[in-house]
């Protein structure tokens, strides 16, 4: 399926391009290895050269020549996402957005920048000029961009107070170009944000971002010992509802995890040990100390402004979201992961039931965040991977629990997400992308619209291992 | 009870005194007339001379030469208190916080205040500083002091997002001045914030304050017209459940009184529409503008930045909270009104009950909040006034209803509060005011430990009418 390769490549000679092997292989891939079922599928997948567009008009000379000789097109930001997200599945090009980095307005409660800006870079930017920054961040933060965050990501650091990225509120304004023979250029606001974010890049490509700002503090960072998981749960769960204290993370993480993958804690935990990290506003420090007094005065094994580790942490939110997961393969590569919904008006219940039922096999970290107004609790748990089988019957078991299931064991959209068509993201592609040539082989309801989801889906184009 | 007061007037002869009996007059007397019972029991009341003190070591001479001569004082934000909260029930010193209202420092997130400082005034200066303002206010903040509304107040524009001033975090720090022989000065923070926040200024003097600061945005602010009450709540509750829409105040309004008593609404609003009051972040305004479509775009009626109003209608937070019931008071002084707590898990269907009962008796007026980590309504609807026994009736059928009341119409501490003793305040009179001579009367448990509660208090030693 990739087109007429040579003439592109040709037509681009001009533009920022690498096909040296060894980055075009690295530039490929993402974090897709996580998971045991995609390693195996997608581990051969390679593009056939990198294109890094400096502006709007050479992402539109890139797609316009694209479209003219079918060539695919599949957007990286960092790479970092899970899924083969940024993974070329037909080949073809590889459209890195590395040199699209501007901040090119900040004004109070709002920043409009290029899609390519590290999240952390972002941030430095808009706190050095009015003390500001994202209402919310994924983990990786510290190489992921901000067009990536929104094409693929979902939430993270500051869910807790601001809820997920799809909210409305949470993304300000979009401008993105379609994949036509003359692309256009369009602007979403409001609902028809919608369209495109979340939609890994396969219906339109985002050129310029306005997103919401919080203000900027200098969040203080604790990791609270526990000896009962359960109660580091309604702890975080308790301390999410307390309206006047200003948190940005919550995640309870159950022993034995910090003590078997969190190096730096090694002589500070327990490995009967759970832990509960928490971010707070520096002038909310004596109203959480109050509350610690309010909840039986858990251990301080941690904190950032009084450490007495011999050697720093790091930052303490590069331990949550997909980090926990990260840390854990890194110490353990048979683990794998799975992504939980603890949902409703009782999400601790839900916790307690699925605890009950695995046990060890499937070890608990959880992430307080807003849905619809009321605090939940997101689930990052790390699984012991025997095989497909028995991972399937897990993600079947926590269904029938009543825990809804992103499944991170699967490349497309909807196999990712809730498992149905998204009428308004294929609706925009059948106009903004008519030959299918951004990201293919990510959206089911494009290429098999009676797909059924009994099986995992099998893009039928795939690239075969050479 | 007034003690030696002719050798305390000589003591602080020295002071910026006012005993001209106009202006003594007026500083003697709140918004207590608001109560029609509350009226006819303390208009009489008159303290006997206004000093204040510029400094907190004045305010500590004041307290030490009164407790030495047995006189009583009462301390005086601007007077928009309620319930005769700053009114001299025995007479004696009405001591004045005017002079005392230095911005100490600005820092992010905080602000370190005196207490006679104007809240509009403080917020003006927090803005031009560096953003920011205060997290919640009452809607006599372009009068209130804020140690006034920390004394005397509970929460109110600000509250939707943040809770109560009484949570944990909204206030950071008190300086306290006891009523001693050598009096104290005592630094409070965390749980014993309690101890004399709202305590009316009977148990400790706040001579400096430290709050939590939220970023200012120039807030845009809505009137929206409903057909049905019932739609306006449910839209506002809704509302407020949107974690990425920031907004500051959410308040349903039923009909008719935005026809009957918002002058400036003549001619936009009719008889029978329920009006919606909304304060934005002009940032959240396009997810708002979704968030409506999403709900059957109510009529916009006003909104700030694009007014179609021939005079303005001034803040429409002026419109809220107490003021709803101001601008009643002045077109039919025979009106009155309650404070009612819509809380649990649906505050609608405490509402619903509430409208069935009582019909246009009880006009609804609700103030969205948070209350632990939830969205509840408090009310402070507008009560067609026959007689006090039918008031206690309607209070009565309330708190049936399983609606908690604040009763409005009473001058203790408790009857307007949860109608109990609250220990903390309780104990730390008993070491700051041994004498029993701040702002006494108010506080039931300390006159009277055994009351019932039966029965409306009055206070033994209440100065007579002459
Ligand atoms: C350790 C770890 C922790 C993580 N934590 C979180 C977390 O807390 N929250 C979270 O949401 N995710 C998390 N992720 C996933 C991922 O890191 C984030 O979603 C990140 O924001 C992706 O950014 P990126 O620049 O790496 O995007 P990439 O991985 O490069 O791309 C992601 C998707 O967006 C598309 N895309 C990129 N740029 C554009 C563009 N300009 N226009 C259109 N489409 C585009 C790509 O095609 C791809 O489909 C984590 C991943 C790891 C490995
Ligand atoms: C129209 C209207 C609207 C209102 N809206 C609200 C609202 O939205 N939310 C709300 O909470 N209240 C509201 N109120 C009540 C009142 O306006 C506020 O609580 C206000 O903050 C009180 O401030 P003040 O300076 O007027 O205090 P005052 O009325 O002067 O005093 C209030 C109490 O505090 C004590 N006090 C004052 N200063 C000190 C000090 N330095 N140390 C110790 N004690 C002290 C006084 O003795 C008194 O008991 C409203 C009242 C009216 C009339």
Redesign the interface.
């Known amino acids: 399926m990739t087109g007429n390769i040579a003439a592109v490549r040709e037509a681009l000679d001009h533009l920022d391009i690498d096909d040296n092997p060894a980055t075009l292989k690295q530039k490929s891939r993402d974090f897709f290895w996580y998971s045991p079922v995609l390693k195996e599928k997608m581990d051969h997948l390679i593009g056939d050269f990198v294109v890094s567009p400096r502006s709007e008009e050479e992402v539109i000379e890139v797609l316009k020549t694209c479209f003219a000789h079918d060539v695919p097109v599949t957007t990286r930001g960092a790479g970092t996402g899970n899924y083969g997200q940024a993974m070329p599945l037909a080949g073809g090009v590889v459209m890195h957005m590395k040199n699209m980095t501007k901040v090119k307005e900040i004004?109070?409660?709002?920043v409009i920048v290029e899609p390519g800006k590290v999240v952390k870079d972002l941030d430095a930017e808009t706190r050095a000029h009015?003390?500001q920054e994202q209402?919310m961040m994924p983990s990786t933060y510290g190489t992921a961009t901000i067009g990536g965050f929104i094409a693929g990501g979902s939430g993270g650091i500051g869910s807790v107070?601001?809820?997920a990225l799809r909210?409305?509120?949470?993304i300000?304004?979009l401008r993105v170009v379609t994949m036509e023979a003359e692309p256009r250029i369009l602007e979403f606001?409001?609902?028809d944000l919608a369209r495109v974010s979340h939609a890994y890049g396969t219906n339109g490509i985002i050129t310029e971002i306005e997103m919401?700002?919080?203000?900027?503090?200098?969040w203080v960072e604790f990791a609270l010992g526990f000896d009962d998981f359960m109660q580091a749960a309604q702890f975080g769960y308790d301390l999410?509802?307390?309206?006047?204290?200003?948190v940005k993370l919550i995640t309870p993480i159950e022993a034995p995890i910090p003590f078997k993958f969190f190096k730096r804690f090694s002589g500070h935990v327990r490995e009967d040990q759970s832990i509960l990290i928490v971010l707070v506003?520096?002038?909310?420090l004596?109203?959480?100390?109050?509350?610690m007094?309010?909840n039986n005065d858990p251990d301080v094994i941690y904190r950032s402004d009084a450490s007495t580790f011999e050697r720093t942490p790091g930052h303490l939110a590069e331990y949550t979201w997909n980090h926990t997961t990260l840390r854990a393969l890194q110490v353990d590569p048979t683990v794998t992961y799975l992504q939980v919904r603890y949902g409703g008006?009782d999400p601790l219940a839900k916790v307690a039931k699925v605890r009950e039922t695995f046990g060890a096999e499937v070890l608990q970290h959880l992430e307080a965040m807003?849905?619809?107004?009321?605090?939940i609790y997101a689930g990052l748990p790390i699984v012991d991977y025997s095989d497909e089988a028995r991972l399937n019957e897990i993600i079947a078991i926590h269904e029938e629990l009543g825990c809804m299931i992103f499944n991170p064991h699967r490349y497309t959209l909807e196999e990712g997400g809730r498992q149905k068509t998204d009428d308004r993201q294929l609706k925009f592609k059948q106009e903004a992308d008519p030959k299918g040539l951004l990201n293919p082989g990510k959206m089911i309801s494009w290429d098999d619209p009676n797909w059924s989801y009994d099986t995992m889906y099998a893009y039928p184009k795939m690239k075969q291992a050479s």
Chains 1, 2 share one sequence.
């Open positions: 004004h109070p409660g709002r009015s003390g209402r107070r601001w809820g909210d409305l509120g949470n300000l304004r606001t409001g609902e919401p700002l919080a203000p900027a503090y200098d999410a509802q307390q309206d006047g204290i200003l506003a520096p002038h909310s004596d109203g959480f100390t109050a509350f007094g309010r008006p807003r849905e619809g107004g009321n605090v």
